[in-house]
């Protein structure tokens, strides 16, 4: 679904018409283990991603859905669940439900995902804001966009916003890390190899989504904020991983990330 094509168009239309009246300001995206957060949304609505023409995701901890309302006095569009590169679609696809969010006027986007570390400074349950990111994915999501889009990045995720992210947790007595999130296409966790490489070229954090979106974000003149709950931690020597310790690390920290995210809502302009 790239920019301006007839598929874009039209889950976009079908968003807008089901919003209805709603003008969300801030999407959220909500990585595995975090799709709790979308509880406190009031005045909801629900839109399965299936019914304005978006991919469903096929991921545990993934519902597939928007869901629009206020959180923290501030109108939002939650996106519960993602779709990935390893799902078997293409990057387009990928990155749909951000532009369709942008197509019908949302300008913030808050990006969540569940990650391992890779440094030995992080541990499971830490929230790590992300300030900068390593795409290792194999794909961009402004390919095949005519003529080509040659992207600024070098503020990708927003300087400001993070200042005041950490602000808000402060307020809320949370602990944030600050890092460079690695994004990678999945869906096998990394070799030792792989970690001890992504650490020498400055990586903090792993995961497999994440960077399109934020990419394709920036492209559609959305600001950004990033961040990452550290699900497991890759210690030198290597430390085996599963699906089921990120949901638990992501269940059991998502609360923290949800007031800071309460607290900063409110701040935004």
Known sequence: MLPGSPELNAATDALRDRLGDRRPRVMLT??????????AVTDRLEIPFADVGLPDTTVPGHAGRFVSGTLAGVEVLVQQ????????????????AVRAAAGVGVG??????????IVDTLNPGDLMVINDHINGSGQNALTGIVPPHFLDQSDAYR?????????AAKEVDVTLREGVYVGLAGPTYETKAEVAMYRIVGGHAVGMSTVNEVIAANAAGMQVLGCSLITNVHRIGG?????EEVMVEGRAAGPRLGRVITAWLPTLR
Request: charged fraction near 20%; avoid cysteine.
């Open 239 to 243: 430390t085996p991983t599963d699906h």
């Open 81 to 96: 669940g993602r779709v990935h590169l390893y799902e078997g679609l293409g990057v387009d696809r990928v990155v749909a």
């Open 159 to 167: 300087s400001d916003l993070r200042a005041s992210f950490h602000a």
């Open 108 to 117: 913030t986007y808050v990006a969540t995902n569940a990650a391992g570390g």
């Open 30 to 39: 909500l990585g595995s283990g975090l799709g709790d957060l979308a509880d």
